[in-house]
């Protein structure tokens, strides 16, 4: 029996050295990642990694722990948020990423793509959340939008090609002044 007794209590202690290994290699995962990630555990921020204090603009991860989820989002998020926490808390299912907005600790509204999921931490069901910043895509798709636009609605015909001149883009000018459909022009050679 205290064979028993002896080999049961090494048992547990390798399932504890092994778990402690586990929540290391996740806690280095987190921290190193080159996104930003916290974790909402009921509905404060209990972890942040380097990454999540520079979206943030904060000093420190003591500037953000914590705090509630929703004072880092912008209110007009709010709802969403809670909407997608509820879901996530119900289904114990991680949820469709999304576009949100982040308020930094400066104020400034910062776009970011979210993915979160649930997961269980000491006890509760807590939330991974993932955060990338996207301000800059989004400017440059706004950018390339109001550049084809400008495009499509010149009086000029224009045709781009690429660097064999083959036809890749004409607008309507080129249509009305040339009398070629754009399918019929696109992947020809001028001239």
């Known amino acids: 029996m205290l064979e028993d007794l002896r080999e049961e209590n090494e048992a547990r202690k390798r399932g504890e050295a092994a778990l402690r290994e586990s929540e290391e290699r996740y806690r280095n995962l987190v921290l190193h990642s080159p996104d930003a990630v916290l974790i909402n555990d009921q509905d404060r921020v209990t972890l942040v990694n380097l990454a999540c204090v520079r979206l943030f ?21 709010h709802a969403q948020i809670r909407e997608r926490i509820a879901e996530m808390r119900s289904t114990g299912a991680a949820v469709a990423p999304t576009f949100e907005q982040i308020v930094r600790l400066d104020g400034q509204a910062t776009d970011v793509e979210v993915v979160a999921a649930p997961f269980r931490w000491s006890g509760s069901l807590a939330i991974h959340v993932i955060l990338r910043d996207v301000t800059e895509a989004r400017r440059a798709q706004l950018e390339r939008e109001r550049f084809l636009t400008a495009l499509e609605q010149a009086g000029d015909a224009i045709v781009i090609t690429d660097r064999q001149g083959v036809v890749q883009y004409v607008n309507p000018a080129f249509e009305l002044t040339s009398g070629y459909t754009r399918s019929e022009a696109i992947g020809q050679r001028p001239g």
């Not at 603009?57 to 998020?77: I, K, M, N, Q, T």
């Open 57 to 77: 603009g904060a000093a420190a991860p003591e500037d953000l722990l914590g705090r509630s989820p929703y004072e880092l989002f912008h209110p007009a998020w």
